[in-house]
């Protein structure tokens, strides 16, 4: 018997807007697609980052450590639960969608071969406002990377 395996898709997350970039990576989940992002801590966030982090910061001070809400200071995490947001996670078609999405920081090992696609929609190159990295919004907000 053989067995297939889906192909990967990879979407390289390097100065892209995170939104937009979310956008279709849900849309293509949803399709049936196996995505894996790469390079998660370097997709970029629109506003001004004094605003934003501020706005992080009171949200991280809402729930308990043994109720939710659950809140995510790796930059990988963030990016993942922001596709998440974007899927209709309470029904069985968007957690399948959600099982088939990988996101990584940096690029790992079985995945510097493969070839990388880019959300041309997303380009950060568009944006006429201030923007930052999620790296470094998930440092303000209380990431250490040693861990």
């Given amino acids: 018997m053989e067995?297939?395996?889906?192909?990967?898709?990879?979407?390289?997350?390097?100065?892209?807007?995170?939104?937009?970039?979310?956008?279709?990576?849900?849309?293509?989940?949803?399709?049936?697609?196996?995505?894996?992002?790469?390079?998660?801590?370097?997709?970029?966030?629109?506003?001004?980052?004094?605003?934003?982090?501020?706005?992080?910061?009171?949200?991280?001070?809402?729930?308990?450590?043994?109720?939710?809400?659950?809140?995510?200071?790796?930059?990988?995490?963030?990016?993942?639960?922001?596709?998440?947001?974007?899927?209709?996670?309470k029904k069985p078609k968007g957690k399948d969608a959600y099982r088939r999405l990988k996101v990584f920081i940096g690029v790992p090992e079985d995945l510097k071969t493969v070839k990388m696609e880019t959300v041309a929609d997303a380009d950060s190159k568009k944006l006429k406002c201030s923007y930052f990295s999620v790296g470094q919004f998930s440092k303000e907000i209380g990431w250490n990377q040693g861990e």
């Avoid at 979407?11 to 995505?35: P, Q, S, W």
């Avoid at 970029?44 to 980052?49: A, E, F, L, M």
């Fill in 3 to 89: 067995t297939t395996t889906k192909p990967v898709t990879v979407v390289n997350a390097d100065r892209l807007i995170l939104g937009r970039m979310a956008t279709t990576v849900a849309k293509r989940l949803l399709k049936g697609e196996e995505i894996a992002v790469v390079n998660a801590e370097k997709a970029v966030i629109s506003g001004r980052k004094g605003n934003k982090v501020t706005e992080a910061k009171e949200f991280l001070g809402v729930g308990g450590v043994n109720r939710g809400p659950y809140h995510y200071r790796r930059p990988d995490m963030v990016v993942r639960k922001t596709i998440k947001g974007m899927l209709p996670f």
